[in-house]
Protein backbone atom coordinates (compact mmCIF):
# COMPACT_ATOMS: atom_id res chain seq x y z
CA UNK A 1 0.00 0.00 0.00
CA UNK A 2 1.55 3.31 -0.86
CA UNK A 3 1.32 6.71 0.54
CA UNK A 4 -1.93 7.96 -1.62
CA UNK A 5 -2.97 4.64 -0.37
CA UNK A 6 -2.74 4.77 3.11
CA UNK A 7 -4.12 8.46 3.11
CA UNK A 8 -7.51 7.07 1.56
CA UNK A 9 -7.91 4.10 4.10
CA UNK A 10 -7.45 5.93 6.52
CA UNK A 11 -10.07 8.35 5.43
CA UNK A 12 -7.98 11.52 5.44
CA UNK A 13 -8.36 12.38 1.45
CA UNK A 14 -11.49 15.23 1.38
CA UNK A 15 -10.55 16.11 -2.38
CA UNK A 16 -7.77 17.10 -4.37
CA UNK A 17 -7.31 19.37 -7.29
CA UNK A 18 -5.49 17.49 -9.71
CA UNK A 19 -4.86 13.48 -9.75
CA UNK A 20 -1.30 14.63 -10.84
CA UNK A 21 -0.75 15.00 -6.91
CA UNK A 22 -1.05 10.94 -7.02
CA UNK A 23 1.99 9.92 -8.36
CA UNK A 24 4.06 13.03 -6.92
CA UNK A 25 2.85 12.37 -2.94
CA UNK A 26 3.77 8.60 -3.61
CA UNK A 27 7.38 9.31 -5.40
CA UNK A 28 8.53 12.54 -4.83
CA UNK A 29 9.80 15.03 -1.68
CA UNK A 30 7.44 17.63 -2.15
CA UNK A 31 7.86 21.01 -0.29
CA UNK A 32 3.70 21.83 1.33
CA UNK A 33 2.02 24.18 3.74
CA UNK A 34 -0.47 24.15 5.80
CA UNK A 35 -1.27 27.48 7.55
CA UNK A 36 -3.36 28.92 10.72
CA UNK A 37 -4.59 32.36 12.25
CA UNK A 38 -3.63 32.86 15.08
CA UNK A 39 -7.00 33.68 16.52
CA UNK A 40 -6.61 31.04 19.78
CA UNK A 41 -3.99 31.07 22.06
CA UNK A 42 -3.71 27.26 21.36
CA UNK A 43 -5.04 24.42 18.85
CA UNK A 44 -7.86 22.46 19.48
CA UNK A 45 -9.34 18.90 18.11
CA UNK A 46 -10.69 20.61 15.42
CA UNK A 47 -7.08 21.27 14.07
CA UNK A 48 -5.63 18.11 14.37
CA UNK A 49 -6.70 16.07 11.25
CA UNK A 50 -4.62 18.38 9.22
CA UNK A 51 -1.99 18.35 11.34
CA UNK A 52 -1.27 14.01 11.99
CA UNK A 53 -2.25 14.51 7.93
CA UNK A 54 1.10 17.05 7.48
CA UNK A 55 2.90 14.37 10.47
CA UNK A 56 2.34 11.88 7.75
CA UNK A 57 3.50 13.44 4.88
CA UNK A 58 6.16 14.35 7.25
CA UNK A 59 7.21 10.74 7.70
CA UNK A 60 7.71 9.92 4.26
CA UNK A 61 9.86 12.26 3.48
CA UNK A 62 8.30 15.64 2.78
CA UNK A 63 8.77 18.74 3.47
CA UNK A 64 6.21 20.48 5.95
CA UNK A 65 6.05 24.23 6.32
CA UNK A 66 3.98 25.91 8.92
CA UNK A 67 2.26 29.22 8.45
CA UNK A 68 1.17 31.50 10.89
CA UNK A 69 -1.47 34.00 9.94
CA UNK A 70 -0.58 37.12 11.09
CA UNK A 71 -2.14 39.19 8.30
CA UNK A 72 -4.85 36.94 7.63
CA UNK A 73 -5.50 36.88 11.52
CA UNK A 74 -5.58 40.19 11.80
CA UNK A 75 -8.37 40.78 9.53
CA UNK A 76 -10.74 37.28 9.80
CA UNK A 77 -11.61 34.50 7.85
CA UNK A 78 -15.44 35.27 7.07
CA UNK A 79 -17.23 32.78 9.06
CA UNK A 80 -20.56 31.56 8.42
CA UNK A 81 -23.07 33.29 10.70
CA UNK A 82 -21.29 36.63 11.11
CA UNK A 83 -18.26 38.75 11.36
CA UNK A 84 -15.47 37.88 13.75
CA UNK A 85 -14.08 40.52 16.32
CA UNK A 86 -10.64 42.02 15.46
CA UNK A 87 -7.79 41.45 17.07
CA UNK A 88 -5.06 43.46 18.50
CA UNK A 89 -1.43 43.21 17.50
CA UNK A 90 -0.60 42.59 20.99
CA UNK A 91 -2.85 39.60 21.14
CA UNK A 92 -2.39 38.19 17.35
CA UNK A 93 1.55 38.05 18.70
CA UNK A 94 0.81 36.36 21.49
CA UNK A 95 -1.48 33.91 20.06
CA UNK A 96 1.35 33.49 17.55
CA UNK A 97 4.06 32.71 19.48
CA UNK A 98 1.82 30.06 21.64
CA UNK A 99 0.89 28.55 18.86
CA UNK A 100 4.10 28.11 16.93
CA UNK A 101 5.41 26.50 20.74
CA UNK A 102 2.42 23.99 20.36
CA UNK A 103 3.09 23.52 16.48
CA UNK A 104 6.86 22.44 17.54
CA UNK A 105 5.85 19.70 19.74
CA UNK A 106 3.55 17.78 17.31
CA UNK A 107 6.19 17.37 14.44
CA UNK A 108 9.82 19.19 12.63
CA UNK A 109 8.86 21.88 10.24
CA UNK A 110 9.94 25.51 8.99
CA UNK A 111 7.64 28.01 10.52
CA UNK A 112 6.70 31.34 8.99
CA UNK A 113 4.28 34.09 9.45
CA UNK A 114 2.59 35.90 6.36
CA UNK A 115 2.41 39.14 8.05
CA UNK A 116 6.25 39.23 6.88
CA UNK A 117 5.49 39.55 2.98
CA UNK A 118 2.41 41.23 3.47
CA UNK A 119 2.58 44.41 5.96
CA UNK A 120 4.61 46.41 3.62
CA UNK A 121 2.33 46.04 0.66
CA UNK A 122 0.43 49.53 -0.10
CA UNK A 123 -3.25 49.53 -1.44
CA UNK A 124 -1.89 50.15 -5.26
CA UNK A 125 0.41 48.06 -5.00
CA UNK A 126 -2.13 45.09 -3.92
CA UNK A 127 -4.74 45.89 -6.30
CA UNK A 128 -2.84 46.28 -9.13
CA UNK A 129 -0.28 42.96 -8.38
CA UNK A 130 -2.79 40.77 -7.07
CA UNK A 131 -6.43 42.01 -6.77
CA UNK A 132 -6.72 42.48 -10.71
CA UNK A 133 -6.21 38.51 -11.33
CA UNK A 134 -9.61 38.23 -8.96
CA UNK A 135 -13.03 38.72 -10.60
CA UNK A 136 -15.87 39.22 -8.24
CA UNK A 137 -18.51 37.32 -9.64
CA UNK A 138 -15.62 34.01 -8.88
CA UNK A 139 -14.90 35.41 -5.18
CA UNK A 140 -18.80 35.80 -4.62
CA UNK A 141 -18.96 32.36 -6.08
CA UNK A 142 -17.18 30.64 -2.88
CA UNK A 143 -18.78 28.96 -0.20
CA UNK A 144 -18.03 31.27 2.96
CA UNK A 145 -19.02 34.11 0.55
CA UNK A 146 -22.26 32.93 -1.11
CA UNK A 147 -23.32 32.16 2.60
CA UNK A 148 -22.93 35.58 4.04
CA UNK A 149 -24.60 37.74 0.63
CA UNK A 150 -27.62 38.12 2.29
CA UNK A 151 -26.77 39.15 6.21
CA UNK A 152 -24.25 40.99 4.86
CA UNK A 153 -20.52 40.86 4.53
CA UNK A 154 -17.19 43.63 5.11
CA UNK A 155 -14.98 44.10 2.45
CA UNK A 156 -12.26 43.43 4.80
CA UNK A 157 -13.54 39.68 5.06
CA UNK A 158 -14.62 39.75 1.32
CA UNK A 159 -10.82 40.41 0.53
CA UNK A 160 -9.41 37.51 3.15
CA UNK A 161 -9.52 35.25 0.36
CA UNK A 162 -7.17 37.18 -2.05
CA UNK A 163 -4.25 37.47 0.94
CA UNK A 164 -4.59 33.65 1.59
CA UNK A 165 -4.01 33.23 -2.19
CA UNK A 166 -1.05 35.55 -2.08
CA UNK A 167 0.47 33.22 0.72
CA UNK A 168 0.25 29.86 -1.94
CA UNK A 169 2.02 32.36 -4.36
CA UNK A 170 4.28 33.64 -2.22
CA UNK A 171 5.29 30.27 -1.09
CA UNK A 172 5.48 28.69 -4.64
CA UNK A 173 7.77 31.55 -6.25
CA UNK A 174 10.64 31.74 -2.38
CA UNK A 175 10.05 28.23 -1.03
CA UNK A 176 9.30 25.94 -3.82
CA UNK A 177 6.30 24.95 -2.00
CA UNK A 178 3.58 23.26 -4.61
CA UNK A 179 1.27 21.92 -2.63
CA UNK A 180 -1.15 23.35 0.06
CA UNK A 181 -3.35 20.72 2.36
CA UNK A 182 -6.05 22.01 4.57
CA UNK A 183 -9.50 20.92 6.45
CA UNK A 184 -12.77 20.94 3.58
CA UNK A 185 -13.77 24.21 4.66
CA UNK A 186 -10.75 25.97 3.19
CA UNK A 187 -11.12 24.09 -0.65
CA UNK A 188 -12.25 27.99 -2.06
CA UNK A 189 -8.84 29.63 -0.66
CA UNK A 190 -6.88 26.82 -1.74
CA UNK A 191 -8.20 26.97 -4.82
CA UNK A 192 -7.89 31.01 -5.15
CA UNK A 193 -4.57 30.13 -4.47
CA UNK A 194 -3.58 28.02 -7.17
CA UNK A 195 -5.33 30.39 -8.91
CA UNK A 196 -3.06 33.28 -8.60
CA UNK A 197 -0.34 30.95 -9.18
CA UNK A 198 -1.15 29.92 -12.13
CA UNK A 199 -1.93 33.73 -13.65
CA UNK A 200 1.46 35.23 -12.14
CA UNK A 201 3.57 32.18 -13.13
CA UNK A 202 2.18 31.22 -16.25
CA UNK A 203 -0.77 27.95 -16.64
CA UNK A 204 1.99 25.45 -16.95
CA UNK A 205 3.06 25.92 -13.14
CA UNK A 206 2.66 23.19 -11.08
CA UNK A 207 0.85 23.66 -7.71
CA UNK A 208 -1.70 21.25 -5.69
CA UNK A 209 -4.32 21.52 -3.13
CA UNK A 210 -5.69 18.36 -0.81
CA UNK A 211 -8.13 19.22 1.72
CA UNK A 212 -9.07 16.55 4.78
CA UNK A 213 -12.01 16.25 5.98
CA UNK A 214 -13.72 17.93 8.80
CA UNK A 215 -13.48 16.14 12.33
CA UNK A 216 -16.79 16.85 13.52
CA UNK A 217 -19.23 16.28 16.66
CA UNK A 218 -22.25 13.52 16.30
CA UNK A 219 -24.66 16.07 15.47
CA UNK A 220 -22.42 17.10 12.22
CA UNK A 221 -21.35 20.46 13.81
CA UNK A 222 -17.32 21.04 13.80
CA UNK A 223 -15.44 21.44 17.01
CA UNK A 224 -14.15 24.74 17.18
CA UNK A 225 -13.69 27.83 19.57
CA UNK A 226 -16.84 30.02 18.91
CA UNK A 227 -18.93 26.96 18.50
CA UNK A 228 -18.49 26.10 22.56
CA UNK A 229 -17.14 22.88 23.84
CA UNK A 230 -13.55 22.80 22.19
CA UNK A 231 -10.89 20.69 23.08
CA UNK A 232 -7.92 22.25 23.40
CA UNK A 233 -4.16 21.21 22.68
CA UNK A 234 -3.33 23.47 25.93
CA UNK A 235 -3.11 21.91 29.11
CA UNK A 236 -4.09 24.75 31.14
CA UNK A 237 -7.17 25.08 28.78
CA UNK A 238 -8.00 21.35 29.23
CA UNK A 239 -6.38 19.04 31.82
CA UNK A 240 -5.26 15.97 30.26
CA UNK A 241 -7.44 14.09 32.02
CA UNK A 242 -10.13 15.85 30.23
CA UNK A 243 -8.53 15.46 27.06
CA UNK A 244 -8.25 11.41 27.65
CA UNK A 245 -11.78 11.86 28.83
CA UNK A 246 -12.82 12.80 25.07
CA UNK A 247 -11.13 10.15 23.39
CA UNK A 248 -12.53 7.62 26.06
CA UNK A 249 -16.01 8.33 25.54
CA UNK A 250 -15.86 8.06 21.37
CA UNK A 251 -19.01 6.44 20.47
CA UNK A 252 -18.87 3.19 18.73
CA UNK A 253 -19.79 4.07 15.53
CA UNK A 254 -17.09 6.30 15.06
CA UNK A 255 -13.69 4.83 17.27
CA UNK A 256 -12.75 2.70 14.54
CA UNK A 257 -12.66 5.59 11.68
CA UNK A 258 -10.98 7.46 14.40
CA UNK A 259 -8.04 5.35 14.83
CA UNK A 260 -7.57 5.14 11.56
CA UNK A 261 -7.29 8.80 10.76
CA UNK A 262 -5.72 10.28 14.19
CA UNK A 263 -3.38 7.24 15.45
CA UNK A 264 -0.05 6.34 13.82
CA UNK A 265 -0.96 2.67 14.41
CA UNK A 266 -0.77 0.24 11.34
CA UNK A 267 -3.33 -1.19 9.09
CA UNK A 268 -2.32 -4.85 10.84
CA UNK A 269 -2.67 -3.18 14.53
CA UNK A 270 -6.23 -1.54 13.52
CA UNK A 271 -7.76 -4.33 12.19
CA UNK A 272 -6.59 -6.71 15.22
CA UNK A 273 -7.98 -4.03 17.57
CA UNK A 274 -11.16 -4.25 15.49
CA UNK A 275 -12.10 -7.55 15.57
CA UNK A 276 -11.57 -7.46 19.39
CA UNK A 277 -13.59 -4.54 19.53
CA UNK A 278 -16.62 -6.05 17.51
CA UNK A 279 -16.35 -9.38 19.68
CA UNK A 280 -16.40 -7.57 23.11
CA UNK A 281 -17.91 -3.81 22.66
CA UNK A 282 -18.67 -3.71 26.08
CA UNK A 283 -14.48 -3.79 27.04
CA UNK A 284 -13.85 -0.86 24.96
CA UNK A 285 -10.66 -1.80 23.88
CA UNK A 286 -10.87 0.49 20.20
CA UNK A 287 -11.63 3.78 22.93
CA UNK A 288 -9.00 2.51 25.47
CA UNK A 289 -6.71 2.73 22.27
CA UNK A 290 -7.52 5.39 20.76
CA UNK A 291 -7.63 7.62 24.45
CA UNK A 292 -4.30 6.17 25.16
CA UNK A 293 -2.47 6.98 21.38
CA UNK A 294 -4.16 10.66 21.63
CA UNK A 295 -3.27 11.64 25.74
CA UNK A 296 0.32 10.04 24.55
CA UNK A 297 0.69 12.21 21.51
CA UNK A 298 -0.32 15.51 22.67
CA UNK A 299 0.69 15.09 26.63
CA UNK A 300 3.28 12.59 27.30
CA UNK A 301 3.46 8.95 28.61
CA UNK A 302 2.80 10.32 32.15
CA UNK A 303 -0.24 12.58 31.79
CA UNK A 304 -1.90 9.30 30.09
CA UNK A 305 -0.96 7.03 32.52
CA UNK A 306 -2.11 9.91 35.31
CA UNK A 307 -5.32 10.03 33.46
CA UNK A 308 -6.21 6.23 33.36
CA UNK A 309 -5.28 6.47 37.19
CA UNK A 310 -8.14 9.16 37.88
CA UNK A 311 -10.30 7.29 35.62
CA UNK A 312 -10.13 4.05 37.16
CA UNK A 313 -10.28 5.96 40.52
CA UNK A 314 -13.38 7.40 39.86
CA UNK A 315 -14.99 3.83 38.14
CA UNK A 316 -14.13 2.05 41.30
CA UNK A 317 -14.98 4.64 43.54
CA UNK A 318 -11.84 4.83 45.13
CA UNK A 319 -11.76 8.49 45.42
CA UNK A 320 -10.93 8.88 48.58
CA UNK A 321 -7.42 7.67 47.92
CA UNK A 322 -6.78 10.60 45.78
CA UNK A 323 -5.02 14.11 46.56
CA UNK A 324 -6.60 17.47 46.38
CA UNK A 325 -4.93 18.56 43.06
CA UNK A 326 -6.09 15.05 41.66
CA UNK A 327 -9.52 15.74 43.07
CA UNK A 328 -9.64 19.27 41.15
CA UNK A 329 -8.39 17.87 37.68
CA UNK A 330 -11.33 15.14 38.21
CA UNK A 331 -13.87 17.07 38.75
CA UNK A 332 -13.14 20.00 36.96
CA UNK A 333 -16.58 22.12 35.79
CA UNK A 334 -18.90 20.83 39.12
CA UNK A 335 -21.17 22.24 41.00
CA UNK A 336 -19.55 23.21 44.12
CA UNK A 337 -20.54 25.25 47.10
CA UNK A 338 -17.18 26.67 49.65
CA UNK A 339 -18.19 25.77 53.36
CA UNK A 340 -16.57 27.29 56.44
CA UNK A 341 -18.60 24.98 59.29
CA UNK A 342 -19.83 21.45 59.69
CA UNK A 343 -22.79 21.45 57.59
CA UNK A 344 -25.38 18.58 57.72
CA UNK A 345 -25.75 16.68 54.49
CA UNK A 346 -29.59 17.40 53.92
CA UNK A 347 -28.50 21.05 54.33
CA UNK A 348 -25.73 20.16 51.56
CA UNK A 349 -27.92 18.45 49.27
CA UNK A 350 -30.18 21.40 49.24
CA UNK A 351 -27.11 23.92 48.48
CA UNK A 352 -25.37 21.93 45.90
CA UNK A 353 -28.87 21.44 44.34
CA UNK A 354 -28.73 18.26 44.23
CA UNK A 355 -32.11 18.25 45.63
CA UNK A 356 -35.07 20.34 45.28
CA UNK A 357 -36.53 20.13 49.04
CA UNK A 358 -35.09 19.13 52.57
CA UNK A 359 -37.75 16.06 51.97
CA UNK A 360 -36.36 14.86 48.61
CA UNK A 361 -32.88 15.18 50.30
CA UNK A 362 -33.89 12.62 53.24
CA UNK A 363 -35.25 10.49 50.45
CA UNK A 364 -32.71 10.32 48.48
CA UNK A 365 -30.42 9.67 51.87
CA UNK A 366 -32.70 7.30 53.34
CA UNK A 367 -32.94 5.05 50.08
CA UNK A 368 -28.88 4.94 50.18
CA UNK A 369 -28.54 6.69 46.84
CA UNK A 370 -26.04 9.53 48.10
CA UNK A 371 -22.27 8.51 48.78
CA UNK A 372 -20.30 10.88 50.43
CA UNK A 373 -16.18 10.22 49.25
CA UNK A 374 -17.50 7.17 47.57
CA UNK A 375 -18.99 5.61 50.71
CA UNK A 376 -22.78 5.34 51.34
CA UNK A 377 -24.89 7.23 53.49
CA UNK A 378 -27.90 6.75 54.88
CA UNK A 379 -27.61 8.53 58.27
CA UNK A 380 -30.62 11.75 58.06
CA UNK A 381 -28.14 13.20 61.00
CA UNK A 382 -24.91 12.84 58.80
CA UNK A 383 -22.66 15.73 59.16
CA UNK A 384 -20.03 16.98 56.43
CA UNK A 385 -16.97 17.61 58.43
CA UNK A 386 -13.65 19.30 57.22
CA UNK A 387 -11.99 16.57 59.53
CA UNK A 388 -13.03 13.86 57.19
CA UNK A 389 -12.38 15.74 54.06
CA UNK A 390 -9.97 14.76 51.52
CA UNK A 391 -6.80 16.58 51.92
CA UNK A 392 -8.80 18.23 54.59
CA UNK A 393 -10.08 19.83 51.34
CA UNK A 394 -12.87 18.59 49.31
CA UNK A 395 -15.79 16.36 50.33
CA UNK A 396 -17.37 14.28 46.89
CA UNK A 397 -21.07 13.97 47.04
CA UNK A 398 -22.60 11.31 44.54
CA UNK A 399 -26.44 11.22 44.41
CA UNK A 400 -27.25 8.70 42.40
CA UNK A 401 -24.99 6.83 39.72
CA UNK A 402 -23.70 9.89 37.59
CA UNK A 403 -24.25 12.84 39.37
CA UNK A 404 -21.16 14.13 41.45
CA UNK A 405 -20.68 17.57 43.32
CA UNK A 406 -17.70 18.95 45.22
CA UNK A 407 -17.88 20.67 48.60
CA UNK A 408 -14.61 22.72 49.73
CA UNK A 409 -14.17 23.37 52.70
CA UNK A 410 -12.15 26.77 54.03
Request: proline share 2%; aromatic share 10%; hydrophobic share 35%.
Amino acid sequence: MNLFEELKWRGLIHNITDEKIIDKINNEQLTFYLGTDPTGDSLHVGHLLVFIFAKRLEKYGHHPIFLIGGATGSIGDPKPTAERKLLSKEQLEHNANSLYHQVEGLFKCKMVNNYDWTYNIDILTFLRKYGKFFNVNYMINKETVKSRLDSGISYTEFSYQILQALDFEHLFANEGCSLQIGGQDQWGNITSGLELIRKIHGVDAEAFGITVPLFTKSDGTKFGKTEGGAIWLDSKKTTPYAFYQFWINTPDNDVIKELKQFTFLTKEDIEVIEESFQKEPHLRVAQKALAKEMTTMIHGQESYEQAVKLSEALFSGQIANLTKEEIEVVFEGLPKVKVEIDTPLIDVLLMLGAASSKREARDFISGGGVLVNSKQEKDLSFVIKKENAIDYKYTVIRRGKKNYYLIEHE
